[in-house]
């Protein structure tokens, strides 16, 4: 490991996020690495001379200023954006999902109909994220439900990067984020002078973006673990109280606010987005009864997954609108917060 390093590059990254807590652990700077320098352990880390070209900094989605115009493009797309509560129709999905399934249900859908290839989704290993292509209802199905602490997403298209194969370069993909990872797949989608984007994320053809309170240290699921029978453990929720824990067995016990504060990671406490506002489509729980899943759709992309997944019987909507307020206030909340 090479802890010297020029600056600009790496050195900025390290100085600007990493030694200031700030990273997200989203992964997409490893991929971005031409020269395959730098690569994710928990958190990026230079193995090589770094060649200052200024990609992982570019991408980063807590480095440097959001562009104005995806900025101004989205402020446009969100004054036109629907929203919506809709569940699944699927009963393998409705099983094993976080609420009402929406989230599988459409990437389902585009997969079944030949829409995309693959979904980058974040599988569950020991309780713990891992990112995969999925591209079989199985995969799909077995990464749904929701994982509290960071997911390196984007590791899961190092092989469709540059340095990837042919057959990894013609994917056409769906990706599923939360509102840190859509902005960093953002990042890479804003064009230059000549149209195009930064590889590989012009083989996303739309994402989904989850709402997003918090995450946790990976050492809360150590905590956890000397507590709790966590072998057992199936479903984890946060809600206002603090995390539910359902078992096998169907009983459940609640692990309050007071005990998980100190476990919210430290690049949390200075995010502003709850609902993913770059995101095709977004989905969250807040503003939706139990059992299904708010929706807000936001562009072409989104409204044409959405709208198709409806018409075939994917998903079904909720005759009453999801709570606005409910959303508008945990918004809020998050920007007001205290950043310590
Ligand atoms: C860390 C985190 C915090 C959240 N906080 C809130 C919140 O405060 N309020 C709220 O209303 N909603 C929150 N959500 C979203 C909510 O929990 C559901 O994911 C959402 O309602 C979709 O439900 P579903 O049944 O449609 O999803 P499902 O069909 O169950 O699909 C869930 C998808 O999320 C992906 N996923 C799971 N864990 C992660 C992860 N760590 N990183 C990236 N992708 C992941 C899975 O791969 C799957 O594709 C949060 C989600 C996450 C991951
Ligand atoms: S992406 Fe470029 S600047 Fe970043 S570590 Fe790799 S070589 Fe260095
Ligand atoms: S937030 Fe993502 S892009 Fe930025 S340093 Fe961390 S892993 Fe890399
Ligand atoms: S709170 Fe913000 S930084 Fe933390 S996981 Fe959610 S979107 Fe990413």
New binding site residues.
Partial sequence: MIDHYPVPGFGTLKSEILDKGLCTGCSICTIMCRFENLVFEDLPVMKQECSSCQLCNIVCPRAGEISQKLQKDWEILDRHAIIRSAR?TDEG?LK??????????L?WYALSRGLIDG?V???VKDLK?VPIIASTYQE?VS?????????P?YQALLSHSRNGNVKGREARLGL???PC?ILALRNMQVPDIEGAVLEPSDLIKFN?G??????FDSSFLEYLKTKIDMQNAKKF??TGNGLNITFADGSKILVENAEIRNFVRSNCRVCVD?TSKYADIS?????SPTGW??VIIRSDAGRAIYSGALRCGHIIENQKSPNHMTIER?SKKKIGRDRI
């Fill in positions: 699944s999905i094993v999902c976080q609420d009402g399934g929406v989230t599988t249900s990437l979904a989704v974040s599988g994220p799909l990464s749904a439900g929701v994982r509290y602490s960071p997911s997403t599923v984020g939360t990872q989904i989850l709402f997003c309170m918090e995450q929720k946060m709850f989905v969250g729980s807040a503003g899943t708010t945990l």
